[in-house]
């Protein structure tokens, strides 16, 4: 069954196709007309195991909490972020926080491989300030590392920073619409007939899409909030998803 869980409040997020989740919650404050002001909510990480507490570095610098959270289930639950109050990169693993002093650099610098190895891009010449996608499936067993940059736009299916997988013999690409919104496109490009299914509506910024056979997982930024979403192939081929509530709608783009 489709599924659509909306965070307020939320950040930087992650959904797997087992259902394990991350989603940042940046510390809120209340301030008064005096310059004075109440805390509200100190950072947190919503997971799929219950609230997990910032590094107490993040705390202590404010609590808006570490950059592009990416997460994994492979070698045990972990997350890694790059960090907002030191140099370094925040990696949670065996239920703690380790500062790697690596620096991710630039725009989500940093993603788990199908085997929980952690990846981080550093500062380099001639080294993409973009970072990782998503990680296409094996073979080889690690999975191979998408750039941002090789999904960054598709005219033809008018879908922009995307990811793709092959879901049990359906071709899925998921990411931002060139017209807004966020998209499921299926088929493939000059060999099949392109579908195209909005999920969402509006603003939606950071689309990570992952997949386990024909189950979707798929989270979403959108303005003073964070989208977690799960469905299975199925539900776009039967024209069952749901946009933001209402109802869903497909259209050729071949």
Do not use: K
């Not at 959270?69 to 030191?86: C, K, N, P, Y």
């Not at 926080?97 to 940093?110: F, Q």
């Not at 973009?130 to 033809?156: E, K």
């Amino acid at each position: 069954m489709a599924t659509r869980v909306v965070y307020p409040g939320g950040w930087y997020c992650e959904i797997l196709p087992s259902g394990s989740f991350a989603v940042l919650h940046p510390a809120q404050y209340r301030w008064f007309a005096d310059g004075s002001f109440t805390l509200l909510d100190p950072g947190r990480i919503a997971t799929h195991l219950g609230d997990i507490a910032l590094p107490a570095a993040e705390l202590a610098a404010g609590g808006l909490g570490m950059l592009f959270l990416r997460i994994t289930d492979d070698g045990g639950f972990q997350m890694v972020g790059q960090s907002h109050a030191l140099p370094g990169t925040w990696h949670y693993s065996a239920g703690a926080w380790v500062l790697n002093p690596a620096i991710s650099h630039g725009v989500s610098a940093h993603i788990f491989d199908r085997l929980g190895a952690l990846h981080i891009i550093t500062p380099g010449a001639g080294v993409t300030s973009q970072g990782y996608r998503y990680v296409a499936d094996p073979p080889p067993a690690a999975g191979t590392l998408i750039l941002v940059d090789a999904t960054y736009a598709d005219p033809v299916r008018n879908l922009y920073e995307y990811s793709e997988y092959d879901c049990g013999g359906t071709r899925v690409a998921m990411g931002q619409g060139g017209s807004g919104g966020m998209l499921a496109v299926t088929g493939v490009p000059g060999v099949s007939t392109l579908r195209s299914f909005t999920l969402e509506v509006g603003d939606n910024r950071f689309v990570r899409f992952s997949h386990s056979g024909t189950t979707l997982a798929v989270a979403i930024v959108q303005p003073g909030q964070a989208v977690l979403r799960t469905l299975d192939v199925s539900d776009l081929v039967a024209g069952s998803v749901v946009v933001q509530g209402g109802g869903g709608f497909a259209a050729d783009c071949s």
